[in-house]
Every structure is written in C-alpha cells, then in structure tokens.
C-alpha cells in the first residue's frame, strides 16, 4: 500500500509517498524472523518540499501545486491521501489561503481515486511521538527512526509530510 502525505501550504508544500512492505504470507516462522525490523518500517519512496514563486498570482500558485500533486499521483499511483487538517492560525488570510490549497490537493486525490484521511498536528504528533503535545524537534526524530528515509532529508514541511503519511499507516486497518 502506499500513501501519499501532503504537508499543505501554498508558499512551501511537503509532499511524500510512502510505502509499507508487504508481510510474508502464510504461518511459517522463519519467514516471521526474515522480516526484520528494518524491512517492516514503512519506506520513502518520493519526498520534497515544493515551493511556489511568490512572484506568481494565488491563482497559479494553486494551479501549480495542482499539476504537481497530479504528477506525483500518476508516478507513484498511492491508494490514500493523508493530508493535515488546518489549524487556527491568526493570520485569517493565510489560513484561507492554506484552505484553498487544501481544497486543489483534495480535488486531484478525488480526480485520481485516491481515499482520503486527514489528520490533525495534535494526532499527528500523538501517532509519531506517543505525545499529542510533541515539540517540533520530538517529531522529527521520530520520523527519522520509524521511516526508512535519506537521512539527509531536513526541511520541516518533507519531514511533516512524512510524517503525515505514517500517521495514516498507524490509523488504516490492513
């Protein structure tokens, strides 16, 4: 299965695509112990942090993060769509802008098939952490050692989005 994780925004949107291995079928032990830890992690197939001109109109902002969901859609073809719900922000323009993203993000899934799970920073944090209040640093960490991914990966929104996708994986029943 695989699942595609958008950390929304308009001037810098994470995006991943994770996949969780599949398990060995059938009873056999040996094949239980073969599958290691390290296997059973969910694994980073795709992560960046795009970031749209701030030179360009809202409009192709929104247009350009729509081609670029869509693209990512048909390479990796995920099942689900795990993408953060908005949290009150004091910038009500911001927040609204944030919202429309979300509204192409959500449209292109829809457009594509794909199930949708949104999830807030407090379970997010909760499913990576064990602790709905984690600091931004707690998470981080922690997504680094739960997904096999380039350790070199740093920015904040890829890293979010990651972490997104695995709050997915530990929600969706198998």
Do not use: W
């Not at 689900?80 to 979300?102: D, G, S, Y």
């Amino acid at each position: 299965m695989k699942i595609l994780g958008i950390d929304p925004g308009y001037e810098r949107l994470g995006i991943a695509v994770l996949e969780k291995p599949a398990r060995p079928l059938g009873g056999n032990k040996s094949n239980e112990k073969s599958f290691n830890k390290i296997q059973d992690r969910e694994k980073v197939l795709f992560s960046e942090c795009l970031r749209t001109p701030a030179s360009l109109e809202f409009s192709e902002r929104l247009s350009l993060i729509g081609k670029e969901i869509k693209k990512t859609i048909k390479k990796f073809k995920p099942d689900i769509l795990a993408i953060e719900t908005l949290f009150l922000n004091t910038n009500q323009k911001t927040v609204m802008r944030v919202a429309e993203t979300r509204g192409v993000i959500i449209y292109e899934a829809s457009l594509a098939g794909l199930k949708i799970f949104e999830a807030s920073p407090p379970q997010i944090k909760m499913a990576v952490t064990g602790y709905g209040k984690a600091n931004k640093e707690q998470v981080m960490k922690m997504v680094k050692i739960l997904a096999r991914a380039d350790k070199s990966k740093t920015s904040d929104d890829e890293l979010d989005a990651i972490a997104i996708a695995l709050t997915a994986f530990a929600h969706i029943r198998f």
